[in-house]
T-cell receptor
Framework: EAQVTQNPRYLITVTGKKLTVTCSQN?????MSWYRQDPGLGLRQIYYSMNVEVTDKGDVPEGYKVSRKEKRNFPLILESPSPNQTSLYFC?????????????????FGPGTRLTVL | AQSVSQHNHHVILSEAASLELGCNYS??????LFWYVQYPGQHLQLLLK??????LVKGIKGFEAEFIKSKFSFNLRKPSVQWSDTAEYFCAVTLISGGYNKLIFGAGTRLAVHP
């Protein structure tokens, strides 16, 4: 089954304790992205990756890191989490970059990770 | 900065009522447009998308949207809603501009449909 998976689904942690949220897709997609969802703000893009070893900042990258060493995985790293990073996080992937109008570039979303930083 | 505005944050309807959710974006160039739905406790699912061609787009579950370029709008419609349409709806825009690969979301509209 084609899907985007995220782990963990729920996480409660404390300020400053490094954590990683994993994201994996089995559709051989080139483009992957991380979003955070906050009430009244919709989804905001944190980082995205056009392909292996190619990453770039989204709109709210502060406090986050990503890596793309393999095509299927795109982990989100919080080196020193703070309470303002408490949010619902979604990973997404698409076949090609979003600006490619010739490709079927619908984004497929993972189930979400609810993170609470105390 | 580019932005997407959804006019209504909360909408309450009775079953069989008609639905129209507004979406406007602020970008003068070429765009791809999307509507996503998020049912309670679930991830986002694509309702419909517009890339080019016929500005009236039909999606899943009886939803449709009309792209009006002159108004920078992409409103979502459904003639008769059902209780199962209770969800949060997000409009999103991709700007087609050399290498720009961000998907910008609106703040969302929570729809509650009462039996």
């Amino acid at each position: 089954e084609a899907q985007v998976t995220q782990n963990p689904r729920y996480l409660i942690t404390v300020t400053g304790k490094k954590l990683t949220v994993t994201c994996s897709q089995n559709m051989n997609h080139e483009y992957m992205s991380w979003y955070r969802q906050d009430p009244g703000l919709g989804l905001r893009q944190i980082y995205y990756s056009m392909n292996v070893e190619v990453t770039d900042k989204g709109d709210v990258p502060e406090g986050y890191k990503v890596s793309r060493k393999e095509k299927r995985n795109f982990p989100l790293i919080l080196e020193s989490p703070s309470p303002n990073q408490t949010s619902l996080y979604f990973c997404a992937s698409s076949f090609r970059g979003l600006a490619d109008r010739n490709a079927y570039n619908e984004q497929f979303f993972g189930p979400g990770t609810r993170l609470t930083v105390l | 900065a580019q932005s997407v505005s959804q006019h209504n944050h909360h909408v309450i309807l009775s079953e069989a009522a008609s639905l129209e959710l507004g979406c406007n974006y602020s970008y003068g160039g070429t765009v791809n447009l999307f509507w996503y739905v998020q049912y309670p406790g679930q991830h986002l699912q694509l309702l419909l998308k517009y890339f080019s061609g016929d500005p009236l787009v039909k999606g899943i579950k009886g939803f449709e949207a009309e792209f009006i370029k002159s108004k920078f709008s992409f409103n979502l419609r459904k003639p008769s809603v059902q209780w199962s349409d209770t969800a949060e709806y997000f409009c999103a825009v991709t700007l087609i501009s050399g290498g720009y690969n961000k998907l910008i979301f609106g703040a969302g509209t929570r729809l509650a449909v009462h039996p």
